[in-house]
């Protein structure tokens, strides 16, 4: 079975700071693993997403995230935040291969508020 | 297109009253999931449907029942709600063909109030 801590259950920052949202998860088999944001009363949207190869992702709205297999982590990342950036992140992982049936895990999420 | 659509949007229930969520997707996607969100939990899979006809337990599913009759449409029954049903309930959907590489595409929820 696959789990996922998010460190961080609120990050407030100002508006042009840069922001690292913190993700770990843990497996014995390999995974792909997902970055989504949930904007206030609406449903989840996929950020990015690492399924192999380089371990630098890039997403939309200007996100990035870097998968690190010896810490197994994948923190997501902004150099400069905006307003709208603020919303819920939720990480997720799901075994890579086999029949999983694309049966992701979450993490508790993570609060990103921006302040002008 | 519509893309996952919810139905309703919110509701509240007494305890020991039933209901149904209902949700559709346009996007010809063969794999239907429903989750419930709760606060500092994250989201946790309820029950999921790998094609029409067939459904299958989450993480979560008890007191929950599900069907899909449809391709299209995903139903979630509460029989007898109670208080800790009490939650944002999610439905997603996603390919079949590159498996679990694939994106969800999620509604916009239902707000759920069991008294």
């Known amino acids: 079975a696959q789990s996922v801590t998010q460190l961080d259950s609120q990050v407030p920052v100002f508006e042009e700071a840069p922001v690292e949202l913190r993700c770990n998860y843990s497996s014995s088999v390999s995974v792909y693993l997902f970055w989504y944001v949930q904007y206030p009363n609406q449903g989840l949207q996929l950020l990015l997403k690492y399924l192999s190869g380089s371990t630098l992702v890039k997403g939309i709205n200007g996100f990035e995230a870097e998968f690190n297999k010896s810490q197994t982590s994948f923190h997501l990342r902004k150099p400069s935040v905006h307003i709208s950036d603020t919303a819920e992140y939720f990480c997720a992982v799901i075994r890579a291969g086999g029949t999983s049936y694309g049966k992701l895990t979450f993490g508790q999420g993570t609060i990103l508020t921006v302040h002008p | 297109n519509a893309g996952v659509t919810q139905t309703p949007k919110f509701r509240v229930l007494k305890t020991g009253q039933s209901m149904t969520l209902l949700c559709a997707q346009d996007?010809?996607?063969?794999?239907m999931y429903w989750y419930r969100q709760d606060p500092g939990m994250g989201l946790r899979l309820i029950h999921y449907s790998v094609g029409e006809g067939t459904t299958a337990k989450g993480e979560v599913p008890d007191g929950y029942n599900v069907s899909r009759l449809k391709k299209q449409n995903f139903l979630l029954g509460l029989e007898s709600a109670a208080p800790s049903q009490t939650s944002v309930y999610f439905c997603a959907s996603s390919w079949l063909a590159g498996g679990p590489s694939e994106t969800q595409y999620f509604g916009p929820g239902t707000r759920l109030l069991v008294l």
């Open positions: 996007m010809n996607h063969e794999y």
